[in-house]
């Protein structure tokens, strides 16, 4: 059996959804899917410089402007990882700081939303559906910035609605989510479920463009998974060699720090010439 690409991967969601001659599925997804309002839509994402081969495999990237001062930029994550997140971080970021510099001033009234589309959340029993992350003080009572947020969708918790769709207590939240549930239906499933909401155009559209491109072989990976494999472990060593070398500095200048110390040079001048705070320059005595 051929694979069925759909939309739990990044590349086939950008493929279908993010197509600036025919924006029907992502005013539709935004709209109905997000739950955001949609004044006017416009892709941005020629206007990025491309600088990294990673971003090199970003070429239709769902850079969105959704209303004059609202951008949005939505991911989907096959899995979780600090890899991963990191990485989706940094091209957030990237896209906050292009702005920034277009505009030539620190901008606080345009509104940045990264949307990560995430399976292989741990699971956790406190776990949400939906989680909007945002730069607070340690009690969270105090915003750092207030017009960037990160919101993650815990997609496996949605797709597992499907099993539950004609459980009446599940009704409402199937209701809220399922356009972000067909995501990651295969054919099968999403043949079923188009065949019960036939009434739906968005649903029926969804099932014909994706069936399509699976068909007509479209959605050949931009990335496939042994280069994303690659590209996470190689990540993975750069950190680590990063914190081996800083924690050869420091074991170096402790070490220089004990010499000083037996040579009973006073404290005040050894964090001078080792940047090490006093308090642990003591506590190498």
Request: charged share 35%.
């Given at each position: 059996?051929?694979?069925?690409?759909?939309?739990?991967?990044?590349?086939?969601?950008?493929?279908?959804?993010?197509?600036d001659?025919?924006?029907?599925?992502?005013?539709?997804?935004?709209?109905?899917?997000?739950?955001?309002?949609?004044?006017?839509?416009?892709?941005?994402?020629?206007?990025?410089?491309?600088?990294?081969?990673?971003?090199?495999?970003?070429?239709?990237?769902?850079?969105?402007?959704?209303d004059?001062?609202?951008?949005?930029n939505?991911?989907?994550?096959?899995?979780?990882?600090?890899?991963k997140?990191?990485?989706?971080?940094?091209?957030?970021?990237?896209?906050?700081n292009?702005?920034?510099?277009?505009?030539?001033?620190?901008?606080?009234?345009?509104?940045?939303?990264?949307?990560d589309?995430?399976?292989?959340?741990?699971?956790?029993?406190?776990?949400?559906?939906?989680?909007?992350?945002?730069?607070?003080?340690?009690?969270?009572?105090?915003?750092?910035?207030?017009?960037?947020?990160?919101?993650?969708?815990?997609?496996?918790?949605?797709?597992?609605?499907?099993?539950?769709?004609?459980?009446?207590?599940?009704?409402?939240?199937?209701?809220?989510?399922?356009?972000?549930?067909?995501l990651?239906?295969?054919?099968?499933?999403?043949?079923?479920?188009?065949?019960?909401?036939?009434?739906?155009?968005?649903?029926?559209?969804?099932?014909?463009?994706?069936?399509?491109?699976?068909?007509?072989?479209?959605?050949?990976?931009?990335?496939?998974?042994?280069e994303?494999?690659?590209?996470?472990?190689?990540?993975?060593?750069?950190?680590?060699?990063?914190?081996?070398?800083?924690?050869?500095?420091?074991?170096?200048?402790?070490?220089?720090?004990?010499?000083?110390?037996?040579?009973?040079?006073?404290?005040?001048?050894?964090?001078?010439?080792?940047?090490?705070?006093?308090?642990?320059?003591?506590?190498l005595?």
């Open positions: 059996m051929e694979k069925f690409y759909n939309c739990r991967y990044d590349m086939a969601f950008k493929l279908l959804f993010c197509n001659t025919d924006t029907y599925l992502i005013e539709k997804f935004i709209l109905n899917g997000l739950h955001m309002e949609v004044e006017k839509l416009e892709f941005l994402n020629k206007e990025l410089a491309i600088d990294f081969l990673e971003e090199r495999k970003k070429i239709v990237d769902s850079l969105i402007r959704i004059d001062n609202i951008y949005l939505v991911e989907v994550n096959s899995s979780k990882s600090k890899e997140a990191l990485r989706n971080y940094c091209y957030f970021q990237k896209i906050i292009s702005n920034t510099k277009k505009n030539e001033d620190y901008n606080i009234t345009d509104k940045f939303i990264q949307i589309l995430t399976y292989g959340l741990p699971k956790t029993g406190n776990q949400k559906i939906v989680e909007t992350y945002q730069m607070k003080n340690e009690d969270g009572s105090l915003l750092y910035v207030d017009n960037v947020k990160m919101i993650e969708y815990d997609m496996d918790k949605i797709l597992d609605l499907w099993y539950h769709r004609n459980d009446k207590d599940k009704q409402e939240e199937i209701e809220k989510y399922k356009y972000l549930m067909m990651g239906l295969d054919r099968e499933k999403l043949r079923i479920f188009s065949e019960e909401h036939k009434e739906d155009e968005f649903i029926m559209t969804y099932r014909k463009k994706i069936e399509e491109a699976n068909d007509k072989k479209q959605f050949e990976p931009f990335l496939t998974y042994a994303d494999v690659r590209f996470q472990i190689n990540t993975a060593r750069n950190i680590g060699k990063e914190e081996g070398i800083e924690k050869g500095r420091v074991e170096e200048k402790e070490e220089t720090a004990r010499n000083m110390l037996r040579d009973k040079v006073d404290i005040a001048l050894i964090s001078r010439y080792t940047n090490l705070p006093t308090s642990q320059i003591m506590s005595r």
